[in-house]
């Protein structure tokens, strides 16, 4: 989910007039969100030109900081622009290391933290710079040797959006009290009534314009503190499950007593905490606000700008939940607590008991996460059965492990072959699809890997040249989508990912041609490779001959 923006009502325009530098901190403000504004409107078509925006923007924040360094309102929107920049795969492609610009952004959320402890919407977004951050240097490396400190990211992030979320909490409570006092006082309007916000035939803008005016004075921007709602505090329970969620699977198994601790957390959250909060965004009426001014026109060259589809807190939420408790049940086999049968049944009720309803866009586009999540479950059963002390041909439950295996990849897969055609492919945006890519990749190479066990069946030695052949294409579409969305790291994963295809597929058809593009590629194959031995994909036992092909 996107950060938290603080708004702000902006002061009237004035007749432009020679630019002067800014000297008050409401300048600072006004000339950061133009280059801000400007950059927006290359984001589509120029990326270069849009990043020379949002650098000019965070250099007027680093002047305005200098000469205001207890200014919040500076301080949060760099945080607020850097962590935006960091989820926008092209303007990162323009300026290097997404790990390191994640590191930059968290230090900046620490610093506007420390300027305001106590603001909720820093806390969650300083939650989510964690999250991203940890899972960068988990994409970047093997999960083995950056599993440590991406813990330690998370277990703080885990922290913070229990801290956050108890604020909201007691904030909420409060205001709810506020609100049936007044009830009780006859002194409570409706805010609902007729469809909208009525206080004395005044219009809401006139409202916010004359406490602007009261409070800041003329020319002066103004912050705007939106008030916690059901739907806000759900989000927040969205965000600390998700981290808990990729935290568990760090765990190992001398860890039992932090597992057990952060699984009782994500329970109460998922069990007591969503269901009612749910409940209340369902019950309680939508307060209807006027409809903001719509920005303008995006420049664009080369490119079309496209509205983007949302979810609904609920609809991720219930993901969220639902995503959670598959790593619970992962957890719980691979501390010897479930059989791989039980693993596989709690997987697919969990999944089988969430749907998506109605017809929108924003209905079809949490329906494809849906559908991405139970994908990704499939996959890490399979994975976590290939990673289990019993997974040996000599095993008495191998035969059953491998069947539960392939019906699961071949179900991934299937879900996956939706989510690649219409209509998802209008909704989800290139990078997502990059994903979904190199998900149908690994899924047939892992059950390439399957079919040449020896004792299976005959039907799956027989798709071998299939699978591997299939795989290779999904590689390269990958490769493609990663292209389109400016994701050059995903873009050379693929690619070394389609290349450890095309090995594998001359290798079993008998083949030992070397091609010359396969040349030269031995680091990254061998980064690649690591990762794909940790999730099963490719066989230990397979890299030493692999690397030959590369050197």
Request: with cysteine.
């Amino acid at each position: 989910m996107p950060p938290k923006k603080k708004e702000f009502l902006k002061p009237k325009p004035k007749s432009k007039a020679k630019a002067q530098e800014p000297q008050s901190e409401n300048d600072f403000l006004e000339a950061a969100d133009e280059h801000e504004q400007a950059a927006g409107k290359w984001r589509a078509g120029d990326t270069a030109k849009a990043t020379r925006f949002f650098n000019r923007a965070i250099d007027v924040y680093n002047e305005g900081l200098k000469r205001y360094p207890q200014s919040f309102d500076l301080a949060y929107n760099k945080a607020n622009l850097e962590y935006s920049i960091t989820e926008d795969e092209r303007i990162v492609s323009q300026l290097g290391n997404k790990t390191a610009l994640l590191e930059e952004t968290l230090n900046s959320h620490r610093f506007a933290i420390s300027l305001n402890p106590k603001n909720t919407d820093i806390l969650f977004n300083a939650g989510q710079v964690l999250t991203s951050l940890a899972e960068a240097s988990l994409e970047a490396g093997t999960q083995e040797a950056a599993k440590v400190p991406a813990r330690a990211l998370l277990e703080e992030a885990v922290d913070i959006f229990t801290r956050c979320l108890e604020s909201q909490q007691r904030e909420y409570e409060q205001m709810q009290a506020e609100i049936a006092k007044a009830q009780e006082s006859g002194e409570y309007q409706e805010a609902w009534e007729g469809g909208g916000v009525s206080l004395n035939n005044t219009h809401p803008e006139e409202e916010a314009e004359s406490a602007s005016s009261a409070s800041e004075g003329p020319g002066d921007w103004a912050t705007v503190e939106e008030p916690i709602t059901a739907e806000t505090i759900l989000e927040t329970c969205t965000a600390q499950l998700g981290a808990l969620t990729t935290l568990l699977g760090l765990y190992g198994p001398s860890d039992l007593s932090n597992i057990e601790k952060k699984a009782q957390d994500g329970t109460d959250t998922a069990t007591t905490k969503i269901p009612a909060l749910i409940h209340l965004v369902d019950t309680t009426p939508s307060l209807k606000l006027p409809d903001e001014p719509k920005a303008g026109p995006t420049l664009s060259i080369g490119a079309s700008a496209v509205e983007e589809v949302t979810t609904t807190p609920k609809d991720d939420a219930i993901l969220a939940t639902a995503n959670f408790q598959a790593a619970i049940a992962e957890v719980a086999y691979r501390s010897g607590r479930s059989t791989s049968t039980r693993y596989a049944q709690t997987v697919e009720q969990i999944f089988s008991s969430i749907t998506s309803t109605g017809d929108s866009a924003s209905s079809d586009l949490a329906k494809a996460n849906i559908q991405s999540s139970y994908a990704d479950a499939l996959i890490d059963l399979a994975s976590a059965l290939a990673d289990g002390t019993q997974y040996t041909p000599s095993s008495p439950s191998f035969p059953t492990d491998i069947e539960i295996q392939w019906t699961a990849l071949a179900q991934a897969q299937t879900l996956l072959t939706q989510l690649a055609a219409a209509p998802f492919t209008s909704i989800l945006s290139a990078s997502r699809l990059a994903d979904i890519f190199l998900a149908r990749g690994d899924t047939d190479l892992f059950r390439f890997r399957i079919s040449l066990l020896e004792n299976v069946k005959s039907a799956w030695v027989k798709s071998k040249m299939v699978l591997v052949g299939n795989a290779g294409v999904f590689y390269r579409g990958a490769r493609t989508y990663a292209e389109k969305a400016g994701a050059a790291g995903v873009r050379s994963t693929a690619n070394a990912k389609a290349i450890v295809a095309e090995i594998l597929k001359e290798v079993t058809s008998g083949s030992q041609v070397t091609k010359e593009s396969w040349q030269g590629r031995s680091a990254k194959l061998t980064k690649v490779l690591k990762q794909m031995v940790e999730e099963g994909i490719v066989g230990h036992e397979n890299v030493e001959g692999l690397l030959k092909f590369v050197e």
